[in-house]
């Protein structure tokens, strides 16, 4: 198999009871700003805080190792925007840089062809925002990520790698961030690690158990069969 390109950065934040954990992914999509119109509507960042997978774009899926790729499936995000979740615009992920919020009307999402995207509106009363759009124009600041709560997740193999689909997920945050790869952080990238081996050996053994049922009966069944010896 050929060696991957790591397009994929993040980490996934879990405890060692194996609950639901926050996840964070960052992304290698773009950011820009819009200027406001003449009739003063308000500028706006706007982004994709994460892509779907399109077959045959490696670019949409996030390898972990060479033996394993997580893929988001087209409507993960679907319900969670139709249910209005509260989810907060923050720049880097940082609760002290609010530059907007979907329940104040400040920040829309939006799930597409191409995933989930998001717009603030910018006011350039507030010193954030300002800095932030400034950061934006100069391309300082040029990716996006979310944060998000992974609902639904499936599994498929093939022969040389097994893929885990992200499925439908509850969202927390989205907006730019100054890192759109990964960046070190081992502790993350080993509870990552942790966790999604966990949940690959779980697959794996209901898997395994599914399989066997039919061959264990008809077993059986052939053993019960036998004439008494």
Known sequence: MTKKTDHR?????SDRAGRESLVVHQRHSRVER???????????IRGYGAVYYREGDESTEYWLWDDLVERIRPGAF???????????????HDPNQVLGRTASGTMRLLSDSVGLAYEIDIDPKIQLH?????????????????????K?????????????????????????????AYDGASSGRSADA??????LANYRTERNAAEAEPYDIAIAARLASLPPM
Not at 81 to 92: A, H, K, P, T
Not at 130 to 150: H, I, K, Q, T, Y
Not at 164 to 169: C, F, G, L, N
Not at 194 to 199: G, L, R, S
């Open 194 to 199: 942790e966790a999604i081996v966990t949940e």
């Open 152 to 180: 639904r997740i499936s599994w498929t193999e093939t022969d040389d790698y097994a893929v885990r689909w992200i499925e439908d997920v509850d969202l927390y945050d989205t907006g730019p961030v100054t890192f759109p």
């Open 34 to 44: 819009r200027s406001g119109a003449a009739d003063d509507s308000p500028s706006m």
């Open 9 to 13: 950065a993040g980490y996934h934040r």
């Open 78 to 92: 679907d319900r969670a925007i139709s249910e209005q979740q509260d989810v907060r615009g923050l720049f880097n």
């Open 130 to 150: 300002a800095d932030v759009g400034r950061m934006v124009d100069r391309g300082d600041v040029s990716g996006s990520s979310f944060w998000f709560l992974p």
